[in-house]
Antibody
Framework: EVQVLESGGGLVQPGGSLRLSCAAS????????MSWVRQAPGKGLEWVSL????????YYADSVKGRFSISRDNSKNTLYLQMNSLRAEDTAVYFC????????WGQGTLVTVSS | DIQMTQSPSSLSASVGDRVTITCRAS??????LGWYQQKPGKAPKRLIY???SLQTGVPSRFSGSGSGTEFTLTISSLQPEDFATYYC?????????FGQGTKLEIK
């Protein structure tokens, strides 16, 4: 089955760190760019980051640049989002998706930044 | 950054109505635009890619048009399952940006 599945969300204090994972299956993972998109409670969608298929090209939203780092392990078919210096405004459901994003989305993982 | 201005922000309509949602880009983005539908508690679903191409499996009552800075999503005859929130996304220039969303509600 073609799918992506996020994990790693949870409660973290302001200033803390968290790493999200996104396990992909059913497609040639290394052939696709992958994206992270987030949605704060009751708010709209926000594009966060994208990484090229080889992992060499990485792009970020201004709101997370310098704090978040996207990476991938094509041998494990897994996408990551390392989130540092977390703020209350980073509280959101984080989705991974294929491409910019395209048609394949995970169910999301909730990150709550609170003391 | 490219700003995507979506209108209206909310819309009340009835089953069978024809509805149009508009997205305007702050600068030209060719046809590098997608439309997404999201229902409460669910992941978004892409309906349209490349501004006017219908995603496989999406009903033909959905259509997209436009190029450059002005884009539209049209639902030709609303069905009960179409009541949701719709977003546009430009993927022409980094950082990519979504419109603020249009909530389509039952009248």
């Amino acid at each position: 089955e073609v799918q992506v599945l996020e994990s790693g969300g949870g409660l973290v204090q302001p200033g803390g760190s968290l790493r999200l994972s996104c396990a992909a299956s059913g497609f040639t993972f290394s052939s696709y760019a992958m994206s992270w998109v987030r949605q704060a409670p009751g708010k709209g969608l926000e594009w966060v980051s994208l990484i090229g298929g080889s992992g060499n090209n990485k792009y970020y939203a201004d709101s997370v640049k310098g704090r978040f780092s996207i990476s991938r392990d094509n041998s494990k078919n897994t996408l990551y989002l390392q989130m540092n210096s977390l703020r209350a405004e980073d509280t959101a459901v984080y989705f991974c998706a294929n491409s910019y994003p395209g048609h394949l989305w995970g169910q999301g993982t909730l990150v709550t930044v609170s003391s | 950054d490219i700003q995507m201005t979506q209108s209206p922000s909310s819309l009340s309509a009835s089953v069978g109505d024809r509805v149009t949602i508009t997205c305007r880009a702050s600068q030209g983005i060719r046809n590098d635009l997608g439309w997404y539908q999201q229902k409460p508690g669910k992941a978004p679903k892409r309906l349209i890619y490349a501004a006017s191409s219908l995603q496989t499996g999406v009903p033909s009552r959905f259509s997209g048009s436009g190029s450059g800075t002005e884009f539209t999503l049209t639902i030709s005859s609303l069905q009960p399952e179409d009541f949701a929130t719709y977003y546009c996304l430009q993927h022409n220039t980094y950082p990519y940006t979504f419109g603020q969303g249009t909530k389509l509600e039952i009248k």
